[in-house]
Structures are given as C-alpha cells and as structure tokens.
C-alpha cells in the first residue's frame, strides 16, 4: 500500500525489538469479542489512484457545477473567482499539513497568518478585534449569542426573521440543550420588525443580519443604540463577506459582536463546507471571545514574533470552565480568505464589491420586465428577492431542467412558508448571457 | 571532539562556522518577513478586475462606506509574503510530527485533488437536489464506510470537527434522557485523563462533571467508576484508545455499568486510527462516538482546521441524530432537513457538513481499503511500540505496553538536572523534529506523548529515537543551559507567551496610532 513505508523486513525487526511474536499480539488488551480476525469483510481492498480517481469522478459527474451554468443560487454561500494564486498558495505543504501552532518557533508562518487574518477581519467589519476563525457564520452566530448571555448574565436572544434559518437552527439547537431562550421572528422579507419592543430584563442581545436573508439591506445604528440603551447587545450577522467592501460596517453602526460567514473570499462553494466562521468584537469583551486568538510578542532575542494566547479561556487549560468547547478552527479556509483579501487590497476588494452590486442592479431590474415577477426589496448588495405567480420551487425544479439553477425557492429555507418567493444573487461570475438564459426561460415558464 | 550522525564535528570548529550577523537579519533561506499591511503600496492590486459599470447605487438607508483600510499589492509580492511565511512552518510534509493525540500522518495528495474536482467543488449547498445526486451519494457512501468499520448502525456527517462532534453526541444523549422523562439524570462520568474538549462540552451543555480517577496501570479504575454510578447519571464520556495511549481493557464492564446504570457511553473516537478496521466499536458498548476525519482518515490539518467530526450512534441513540442527513429511496438520494422521524433534533452547522473533507477522506479510504485499513493501524502501533521499546532504557515510560498508537512518557528521567520535559521538546527542534505532545494528559508528570503514525520509515523513527536518546544523554550531564536556550537554528527562538497575554497586541495598527490593549 503506497502510504504505508514499513517493509515485512522492517515489521520482523521492530517486533523482535519489542519483544512481540506478531502485530495481533499488540491488540491483547482489546477483549476478544471486539478483536476482527482480518480486515473487515464485505468492503473493497485497496485502490491506486486511477481507480480512485475513477470512482469519485464519477459521483462528481452527477452533479451540476456551478460554474458550468448560469447559477443565481446564494442564501450564505456565494460563488465568486478565487484567484489561482490562492489555490496554490494554500497547497503549500508548509501551510496544508502543518497542525494548530502549539510550537511558536517552528509555526511562525501560521502565526503570522493569523495575526494579519484577525487584522482583515477586524478591518471589515469595522470592529475593534477578531479571532483567528470559528466552523462556520452560523456556528459562530450561535456562539456569539453564548458569548453574550455570558457578558450581559442575561439569558435570552432575540433572533430577527431576516436571519438565515440555518443560523437560526444553530442557534436554537443550543438554546434548547444549553438552556437559555432564542426567540425568533417570523420571515420578514419586508422588514417592519419592532426587535427594540422585544428587549426586555432578560434580553441579552438581539440578532440580526445585514444583508438579510432576503438579500435586503439595513441601517441598525439606532437598532444598536436602543439594544443597548436597554442593557442588551448587538450582534450582526453577514453571510456575505464581499458585501463588507461597500456597505458601512456593522462596527460602525455600533454592533457590539460580528459573526459573518468568510466563504465567498477563497474559498470554493464545497457543497457547504468547510467554511470559514469570522468573528469580531468590540475590545472590552476580547476575554470572553471563543476560539483561538493570536498574539504579538518577543522571542528571547527580542524579535517581533507572533503565539496562540489568552489561551486560558480554552478547554485545553480551563477544561470544564472554558468559554467553550471548540479545539479545531478553519486555518486553511482562513488562509484562503486571507490571500484572497490580500490579493484585492483596498482598490480591488472595494471595486469587486462595487461590481457585485452593480451586476445585482443589473438582473433586479432585468427581471423586473418578466410578467409576474416583482422585486420585494427597496435596497441591496447582490443579493434580492422577487416574488412569482408560482411556486418557487417548481420554477426553480423546472429551470434545473433547462441546466439553469434559477435561486433559492425561499420555502427551502422557511419550509410551507413564501412558498412564491425566491431569492436570487448575482456576483462578478454572473455574465450577460446567464441573465439572457434567466430571463428568457423565466418568461417561457410564467 | 564529537561526530554527529552525518559523520561531521557536532560543535563548531572555529570562528568561521559562526553564525554571522546579516545586515538584513535574514539567515541564507530564513528569510525575515514584514506584516502585509508594511508593505502597502496604495492603489495597487494583485487582481485585474474589469471596469465597474455605470449604475445608481440602490443601498436603500444604508451608505457606502468611505475606506477599509487594505493594503495594496501586486501578485508577485502577494505570492513571495507567502512562500516566506510558510518557509517558517514545519508541517508532516517536512519531517516527523509526532504529537501524541494528534495524528499527523501523510497527508495523500490524490485526496486534494479529488476535492478540487468540480463536481464537489463547484457544487452549491442549497442547488436543488436533482442537481447533486452524486454529492449525495459520495455522502452515503462514506456514511456505509464508516457504519461498516464501526459497526455502528447510523452516523451523521454534520458536526465539523471533534469537539463539534461531542457536542453532537451528548445532544443526541440528552435528547434520549428528553425522551425517556428523565432529565434529573445530569451528571456525567469523565476521567481525568480525558481531552479537554471532554468536560468542556459536558458542562457546556449543561452537565456537571464528575472525574473518575486513573488506575495504577493508566485506565480507568473501574471500582471508582462503579462507585459513582446513580439514578442522576446521563452517562460516562471515554476516550478508547485512551490519552495514555492505552486500550481500556474493562471497557465492556464499563459499558455493562453505565447501562445498567441508566446512562450512556460516549466514545472520544480522536484515537480512532489505532483501532479502525481491526477492533468493531459496536462489540464494546459504544452508544455513540465521534470520528475525526482530520486524525484517522487524513485530512489535512491545515494550521488548525478545518476538521470533521462524524458521529456513529447504537441502535439506543440512532433516532436522536441532528439535521440534515441523507436517505435514499426510489427517487434517489435526498437531504433530510426537517424532522421526519420526529426525534431528530436542530441544526448543527449551516449546510449538510464539512464536504471537503468527506471527499478526501473517501479518497483516504478507497485507497486503503479493507485490507490496507487494517494495515495501517497495525503499523500505526507497531511503530509507537517500537520507539516505545527502544526509548525504554532512556526515558521512563508511564505505564507498561503494550502501547496502542502512541506511547507516554514522564519527566521521572530529568529529575535532579534541572532539564524540563519543555526544555527536551525545544531541544528536539533543534534536532529537526517537531516535538511530542508535552504535559498531556495530565495524569502523570511531565507528559511526553508520543504518536509516530503508520505513514513513518523505521528509518525516520531510527533518527528520532537516536536524537531523543542523545538528548536524555546530555540532560543527565547536566548541560542546563543548552536546553534552556533552546532552540536556536529556528525563525524565532522562545517567545514571550506571558508579556502576550498581559498586554494582548491582537491586530497590527499604524505604529503611529498607539497599539491595541485588551485588559
């Protein structure tokens, strides 16, 4: 087997090194009824590549990659061209099967990449600090909502309906097991939500995304004074990362948490994951963050150099007293995200925004000349919602057909609900002729 | 004068072998490297993007943002900055990482590639199902894998990393005490051996944790356990392989206990690898446990992530699993998002789970099939026995092998020389190696944990005993101040991990602004 270096000549002289007769000897403390007498039966023996190769590229096959057609689909996860610089650069060996930084001296590069990680993040979301990366948004929305009762000692959430219902899902499978309250408002793809009434003695924060689910975008500098007039903190959700690059950020609308989803810098749309969870915070609550944190420091000959820190918060020291359970990251989609980013610099991040947006202007208004389609929202990023005279997943199903993945029929998210709502992104991949097949065929189907 | 193994003097000869000072503070291939955002070069861009078309802006109440504050810079320095940081990693590609608990194993090219294929690469989570058949598939493939290797009759692939998988399944435990009426039950067994992440998700969700302590010959004590079994208890969390690197021989009595008992035994499956296609977890009395795809089937670890957590369930708990999972039936494979059983319980993660790293870890598996599977798990413990045996007489072992995939040392061996377990570590990066698992588990002295992997020569473990054993050697001679200076051929030597948590400096700033303190 190809990964496997030990010869039969090599395992005879380490078993007589042990002092053993064989390799099952090894396993004597296993109790018998659980010892297999070989490899498990039932299952293939081992493959080269070519066959593996071949096996999997024929899974791959039966799906439809989104480059290869026109695609609208968005709802968190965004299609957008990673620079070939990148995919190499995170291949680097150096960088793909290094482990978390434990060992500063020989880990610098890691290090360093994490302090300039934290620096982007906090850049965009215009906030004070940033962690060194979480799962996944929703993941680290849910965490943010812990951080918060943490801080506040308060014991409930109030989830807005513009939030993503995965992030809303997340969020309350932990409100059930943990044990504080999440309340979540129905879908608002109109806005209207009076969250501010909700606040009350209990309320350790409010949630609420921008853009919103339904791609809508918001101002909630007074939403943050009030939340926290009352004692209440703010958190603000973004899925969409380039969004970050023309829209005021959520630390300057006062937000006192950020969790936002990184994947649309770097990293491919993978079917879901891995993805990369960011999260920011004002500088007074950094001590009850989550997740790793990287540091600036001295090594003994008084050079600038970077380690893990504040680790006393973590479960590898504090164990059952850590602010939470989370071990792993997103290093390498981190990465990712940074090169990206680094790569853009302020001209280009900012102008691929400018561009997303503009192409989203573009198709609203394109679809707007459809009988029967009507945009919901007044104000965007690349993101909108239309309503049809039909159901959305039908539409959306019979488009699929035709090799055109049409949007997110907002039922799938909100499930029996808006069932003739759907929700369409367009990004700098989206080109005229995709928006030519959307209209077209949107119209033959109407 | 002494020789080293290259056959060459060990110390310098004279004045020209010195370590020279550079005027740039660059040492021959050590290149020094500034903060990305020092070497802003304003208006530049590694990316050509085509013209922004002419548009109104339509931010409804919300204004553009005036500045984000990225520095600018074209390709070729974003590729150098890079290459030089990454020169500054050591990482399994370069040598032997043998961090006990960890897994560093080879990391199989073929897997990168199959992840990047299109087909699961370009594929959007929310693309109507007809349009992912084969996502769905290679999911339920790998589901079948891992349910074959355990025994186990269900997974779920959502929890995307260990940690992520615990809470998974002790959820699923609670969800199944929900189930029962019996929600008094909120104590939870853990050895003091265990992960961290152990007694952090157990209090996390809500349990108190009740250590159990270790026996005289690294397990658990099983009369200690029994001893507090009660009608409060949800269950025990063990890890098997334990962190002593050593199989839990009463693992079914416990089983039988907790049962019996009332509770549940979650498995910590980290150590999984030394284990996988030889022992069938089903046959020890497992309710759940958790499969890092990251440790046993070799997904990168990628600087700190991302990881994989899947969990296989018993019968008990199958019908408290979390959403989305995967079923197949006439029409073909689709997503369960809702709950159908009606058991089921939230959302872990947006999306379906870490599908890159499925990919790869099918890749990992098809490679090694059956046959190569149980291969690679009797190597994998037969060459931590073997630097075991060899370290014997140097260092002390903790407890008596055989060793599953790892093999632990304490610090009985330095003492009186002033050398820590610390300091043997920094050596060993002198020496080319990353260093062991250090002061864990916490169950004995001066942890040295080490995990060699089954994707290491005897060659390569030849060389690491050889520099292990020579610097057990020189700690007994007494040559403090060498270990305590140590190392000094890296990018950086010790660094000052207490100034960074006193003053957190967590982001660059403009020198010219004063730099951020978090107190």
Known sequence: MRYLPLTEADRHAMLAAIGASSVDELFRDVPPVARRSGPVEGLPGFAGELEVERQLAAMAAKNIAAGTVPSFVGCGAYKHHVPATVDYMVQRGEFLTAYTPYQPEISQGTLQVLFEFQTQVALLTGMD???????????????????????????????????????????????????????????????????????????????????????????????????????????????????????????????????????????????????????????????????????????????RGFVLTLSTREQHIRREKATSNICTNAGLCALAFSIHLSLLGEDGFTKLARINHAKAVQLADRLTGV???SVVNDGFFNEFTVTLPRKAADVVEELAQRRILAGVPASRLFAGQLEDHLILAATETTTESDMDALTKALTEVL | MTMNSQGRPSTPAGADSAVPETVTGNRGLQIEEALIFEQDSPGMSGVDLPAVPAMNLRLGAVKPRAKVGL????????????????QKNYSIDTGLYPLGSCTMKHNPRLNEKMARLPGFADVHPLQPVSTVQGALELMDALAHWLKTLTGMPAVTLAPAAGAHGEMAGMMAIRAALEHRGEKARTRVLVPESAHGTNPATAAALGFSVDPIPAGPDGRVDLAAMEAKLGPDVAGIMLTNPNTCGLFERDVRAIADAIHAAGGYFYCDGANFNAIVGRVKPADLGIDAMHINLHKTFSTPHGGGGPGSGPVVFSEALAPFVPVPYVVHDANGFRLVEGHEQGTEFGRMKAFHGQMGMFVRALAYILSHGADGLWQ???????????????????????????????????????????????DIAKALIDEGFHPMTMYFPLVVHGALLIEPTETESKAALDQFILALKSLAVRAKEGDVAYFQGAPRLTPRRRLDETAAA??????????????????
């Open chain 1, 129 to 303: 600090v940033a962690n060194a990366s979480m799962y996944d948004g929703a993941t680290a929305c849910a965490e943010a909502v812990m951080m918060a009762n943490r801080l506040t000692r308060r014991k409930k959430a109030i989830l807005s309906g513009g939030l993503h219902p995965h992030y809303r899902d997340v969020t309350t499978t932990d409100a059930h097991f943990i044990g504080f309250e999440a309340v979540a408002l129905p879908p608002a793809p109109k806005g209207g939500e009076d969250l501010v009434a909700l606040v009350d003695a209990d309320t350790a924060c409010v949630v609420v995304q921008n853009p919103d689910v339904f791609g809508q975008v918001r101002d909630y500098t007074s939403l943050a004074q009030q939340c926290q007039a009352k004692g209440a903190l703010l958190i603000v959700v973004v899925t969409e990362a380039v969004s970050l690059g023309l829209l005021t950020p959520p630390g300057e609308m006062g937000a006192d948490i950020v969790a936002a989803e990184g994947q649309s810098l770097g990293n491919a749309l993978n079917f879901g994951g891995p993805y990369v969870g960011l999260f920011a915070v004002k500088e007074k609550y950094v001590r009850q963050m989550p997740g790793r944190l990287c540091g600036q420091t001295v090594d003994a000959d008084g050079r």
């Open chain 2, 71 to 86: 520095p600018g810079l074209s390709e070729p320095q974003v590729v150098r900055h890079y290459t030089r940081l990454s």
């Open chain 1, 371 to 373: 009988k029967g389609v």
């Open chain 2, 502 to 519: 006193r003053k957190p400096v967590l982001r660059w700033t403009p020198s010219s602004e004063p730099a951020l303190a978090a107190e």
């Open chain 2, 376 to 422: 690679a798990s009797g190597d994998a413990v037969l060459n931590a026995n073997y630097v075991m045996a060899r370290l014997q007489d140097t260092l002390t072992a903790s407890f008596e092998g055989p060793c599953m995939h790892e093999c632990l040392f304490d610090d009985r061996f330095l003492k009186g020389t002033g050398v820590t377990t610390l």
